[in-house]
Structures are given as C-alpha cells and as structure tokens.
C-alpha cells in the first residue's frame, strides 16, 4: 500500500457533519457492492486484498517488515504480475480494511489548530480507515482499490486505485511480461518503494506540520487524475513503462470525493509519464536504478486559461539484503528535479517569476530484525528558486526546507498468523521528525518568530490491517 495516508484523495475536505459527503458514501458503498459481486461471481476468481490469503503465503514474503507497502522482489513480481498469483483454487472474501490512528506532538504549539476540531498540539487522531477491494480473476486480469475515510478531514473519498490487464510474450527467446494499468496517481502503479506514491514514510498524518513547497510528482495529482499506463519487463531486468493521465469530469470527481475543479489541481490536457528501470537480483540481494518524467500543464487554481508547464524529471536507486530473513537491509533513494514555466501563474499575481524551479532529494535506509522489529531514518532537502509571490508566507520567501526522519516500529504477526486468524495484521511505531531548516530559514522563518525546530514532531501510531 501507499504511503497511504500521504495518498489520500487530493482536495478540499468540508467540515463535518455535512450533506455534501453523503453522495460519496452511497456512491462508493454501491460501487464496492458491484466489484464484489463482480469478483464473486466470475468464474475461477480467486481475489482477496489480504493477499497473503490468496498466496498462501505469509506477509514477509511480500513485504519488507512483515507489512506493506515495502515489496520485496516476490512483492514486486506478484505486484507486475497483475496480482493474479494464487496458492489455491478456494475462493476467499476479496474484501479488507485498514484502521490507522496516532498521537502527534510538536515541539512547539502551532500558530493556529493543524485542521477543526483539533487542538494547536498534543492532538490524538484517527488519521484514515480504508476498504480494499482487489486480486486477481484468472491469469490476466487483477487489481487494488481503496475507498478512504479520512479521519482529520472528516470526508470519504476514493484512495489508491490500480486495475490491470497482464500477459506474457517471448522476444528473441527471452521472456517479456506486457501490462496495462488503469490507475489515479502518477506513481502508484510503481513496484519501487521510492516514488513518492509508495515511498517513506509509509504512514503520516495530516496533522503533523509540512513545508509549503513541494514537486507536483510528490502527490500534486493524486486522486484528481486517471491515467493508462502500457509497460513491459524484459528478462525480468528491464522495466520500460509510458502513460497518459487527464483530469476527468467534475461530477465524476465530486462523487468520488475529490473535487479537484476547486482550487486544482486540473490539468488542462493529457500529461505523458515516462518511467525505465533495471533490476538485478543476487541471491539474497537486489538493487535496482531508474528514471522518471512527468511533464503536466497544470490550470492555475483550476481556472481554465493559460495553463502553467511543468517538468518532473528524476532518478532513483534501491538495494535490499534480505538473506535468511534474520537481518535485513534497505536503502531508497530519489531525486526530482521540476522546471516551472508560469505563464498562466504570474499574470493572475500568484508568482512573481515566470520561470522557477524546485529541487527535492530523499534518502532513506532501513534495518529489520527477524522482520518484526525495525528502524529507519530518512534525510530529505527541499530548495528550489525564491519567489515573492509564490511564497509570500515565509520571511524569505523561499522554497528551502530540510531535515530527519527517524522511525522505529513492530509488527508481531509478519510471519506468523495473529491469534485472530491470518488476515489480522498490525504495526505500532514512533516517529519523530527534526527540521533544521523549514520554508526557507533555521530561525524566524515567519517573520512572527517561529524556528524551524518549532516544527519537530513526534508521533506515535498504530497501523491495523485485516
């Protein structure tokens, strides 16, 4: 899964209670009804989302830690495959859900309550709770999708979503898997954890303070767009994939939850998406490099009018060392590089310069105990071209912000099934997140006197899946 709750739906969220978040629900209840019936009825399906069902096999298998969305190579392949991978021909329920709460605490009380109904700091939450729907309906077609609750909002919406359709063909006598994907989120098709879609950290809450700035590839898209994406693996080394993503209508956005004609981001036509990659398995160990290109022509404010050009272009590594499972290693790495043209920005008075760019480096490496008891830390740098207008809300009216990560967690029942039988799955973790450098200064970032070490946060969650 996503970091699942840095992927949720994208948009303005309405106070609760409110009528408007009651065509959602019904909405959504009624299309997850259908794909279930769907699901149950087709001959030979076999889908459940607690995919460790439908294997056979446990969570480690798939995932670094004993629980997602970090896939090992098993992970990624059943993933590429279409998730059409089965142990047996019993039919399981292809229906789960996942509950995600936690405590947030800031060195310092924000300006101003994080969202309503919350306090400036110490604020306990329920962060999301999703239900999936997916797995696989023969050999050749498969699927994910999420609908989410999002419990700082206070509105349903649809989450993650990746439907595909899978075959295989031979090439000059090597193998070559051919795949389609219909997904919602540049990214979240990847099987890589170092996209932004399914990167660290792997569960956040809203509540927790963020720098302003940010690339339109690190979820800038998210649940606003659909997209179809045609890739291949040749040999399983080689990982070709090309895209399109558009801006669907906005009644069909506003019955899901994500009305991105208010405020954006809409795109004023179809945007190409790129991504190559090479992967290498030795043994108990596995590396993998790639690139990446998303190139958007983003409505300012979802007006429609001259439309501001973007270019995200990166590249980006992963190693694992898995071994027997005793003691493993991860490291992620991603660069993203964006090139703002904004021709329809500046003259509306939203940027003062008609050409920036914005700059993002992320590193993370992680260690796993018998894959129930793990940490990992995560530098980041943020910095990019200063702008006036763009943003106005710091003193320095820069882009600028830097820090570290660090997380330690457990999952008890990775390996083994819980008490409450197989599909029970739980991590329980601390976080804690130090800036030295945020919206452009270490100090009086604001101008009202705010540090950047003001925004340190602590967090603690809990993870439930089943």
């Known amino acids: 899964m996503s970091d699942v709750a840095r992927a949720s739906a994208a948009g303005e969220y309405l106070p609760y209670p409110s009528n408007a978040t009651h065509l959602p629900i019904r909405l959504m209840i009624s299309v997850l009804a259908a794909v279930v019936a769907f699901v149950s009825s087709a001959q030979d399906a076999r889908a459940v989302p607690a995919f460790a069902v439908q294997t056979g096999q446990p969570c480690t298998t798939c995932h670094v830690g004993g629980f997602g969305p970090q896939l090992t190579p098993f992970g990624r392949t059943f993933k590429l ?3 059409t991978m089965r142990a047996g021909t019993d039919f399981t329920l292809p229906v789960s859900a996942m509950v995600m709460a936690s405590y947030v605490h800031t060195a310092e009380a924000q300006p101003s309550a994080p969202a309503p109904h919350y306090a400036p700091n110490d604020n306990t939450t329920l962060d999301q709770a999703s239900v999936f729907v997916g797995g696989g309906i023969g050999d050749h077609f498969g699927g994910l999708a999420q609908i989410t609750y999002d419990g700082v909002g206070r509105a349903v919406s649809w989450d993650n979503l990746d439907i595909r359709a899978v075959t295989h063909t031979t090439i000059a006598g090597d193998d070559v898997l051919l795949g389609v994907s219909l997904n919602n989120n540049p990214g979240v098709e990847d099987v890589w954890n170092t996209l932004p879609a399914w990167g660290f950290p792997y569960t956040s809450s ?8 940010a690339t339109v590839f690190d979820g800038g898209l998210a649940q606003s767009v659909l997209g179809v994406n045609v890739y291949a693996y040749w040999n399983s080394a080689v990982y070709a994939e090309a ?3 558009w801006t669907p209508p906005r009644g069909f956005l506003r019955a899901m939850g994500a009305d991105a004609y208010e405020g954006g981001p809409v795109l004023s036509d179809a945007t190409p998406y790129f991504r190559v990659a090479y992967q290498k398995d030795y043994g108990d160990q596995n590396f993998e490099v790639g690139a990446f290109g998303l190139f958007p022509r983003l409505e300012p404010g979802g007006i429609s009018g001259t439309p501001d ?5 990166g590249l980006d590594a992963s190693y694992q060392f898995i071994g027997d499972s005793s003691s493993i290693y991860s490291i992620n790495a991603i660069y993203t590089h964006e090139g703002q043209d904004l021709a329809g920005s500046q003259p509306m008075g939203a940027s003062a310069n008609l050409h920036n760019t914005l700059n993002d480096i992320r590193f993370d490496a992680s260690y796993y105990w018998h894959n129930v008891i793990g940490g990992t830390v995560q530098p980041f740098n ?4 200063g702008d006036s207008l763009l943003y106005a809300g710091n003193r320095t009216l820069s882009p600028n912000s830097q820090g570290v990560l660090f997380q330690v967690d457990g999952t008890p029942f990775g390996a083994e099934p819980s008490f409450l039988g197989p599909r029970v ?3 329980v973790g ?5 800036y030295s450098l945020f919206d452009g200064a270490s100090h009086n970032y604001d101008g ?3 540090n950047a070490s003001d925004n340190n946060t602590f967090r603690i969650f809990a993870w439930l899946a089943f």
Do not use: K, M
């Not at 050009?309 to 272009?313: H, I, P």
């Open 243 to 245: 895209g399109v993503y």
């Open 206 to 213: 809203d509540l927790s303070p963020a720098p302003a700035a």
């Open 382 to 385: 943020t910095w990019g071209s």
């Open 309 to 313: 050009n973007y270019s995200d272009v």
């Open 425 to 427: 799955n739980i991590r």
């Open 448 to 450: 009202l006197g705010h």
């Open 81 to 83: 495959e279409g998730y």
């Open 430 to 434: 601390l976080q804690y997140t130090a």
